[in-house]
């Protein structure tokens, strides 16, 4: 393959503006670019807002219609930011543990309920487990299938109360979710049989 020719490749640091064939306009620092494959990594503002932050996007130039280069960095790039290489260790691990404790569950024949559930309260409490397919919570709460409020167990105190109000919470959202789902599938089909 021939080596790019002038405006055929981006420099790192440089700011570019891009039109998509969808007509989104995206506008960043460059990160990364691939001449082979024409991929283009941006930096771009926080779609969060949050002004510590940064999207990264990637860009396939095959689906661009317009580059314009803003400002185009001639300087060496700054070195890249070190990485935390014990705090990704970690986040991994624990994605990893997570990812096993779904599939404990789904070998032991637990439920969607109970899946979804655990899922609900692993979220605000990471003291979260199974044990065949009662969920244990904090050590303190078990639940046991068929995993309502009148399944939590354990001794009275503020851990099991907040416990139930998770679960109570979880199946009032769940029951309001499928209210919703329903009403505009018959929606759906008052429109569809209206149009007939």
């Known amino acids: 393959m021939a080596a790019p020719g002038p405006g055929e490749y981006f420099s790192v640091g440089s700011h570019v503006s891009c039109l998509t064939c969808l007509g989104q306009r995206l506008q960043g620092e460059v990160v ?3 001449y082979p494959s024409k991929m283009l990594t941006l930096k771009c503002p926080s779609s969060s807002g949050k002004p510590n932050l ?10 661009v219609s317009e580059v314009d280069i803003i400002n185009d960095r ?9 990485l935390n290489i014990s705090k990704l260790a970690n ?14 569950a789904i070998s032991a024949g637990v439920s969607i309920e109970g899946q ?12 979260c487990k199974w044990q065949e397919k009662n969920i244990i919570v904090m050590d303190d709460v078990v639940i ?13 105190g503020s851990a099991l109360s907040h416990i139930r109000k ?9 029951e309001s979710q499928k209210t919703m789902q329903r009403s505009q599938a018959q929606q759906t089909q008052k429109d569809s049989s209206l149009s007939s």
């Open 166 to 174: 998770i679960v109570e919470k979880h199946f009032r959202d769940v």
């Open 116 to 127: 979804q559930l655990f899922q609900t309260i692993h979220k605000t409490i990471k003291d």
């Open 54 to 63: 940064s999207d990264v996007i990637l860009i396939n130039l095959a689906y």
């Open 32 to 34: 990364a670019f691939d």
């Open 74 to 82: 001639t300087e060496t790039p700054p070195p890249l930011a070190s």
């Open 144 to 156: 046991s299938p068929p995993y309502q409020v009148e399944n939590c167990k354990g001794k009275e």
């Open 91 to 104: 986040r991994a691990r624990t994605e990893k543990e997570d990812k096993l404790s779904q599939a404990y």
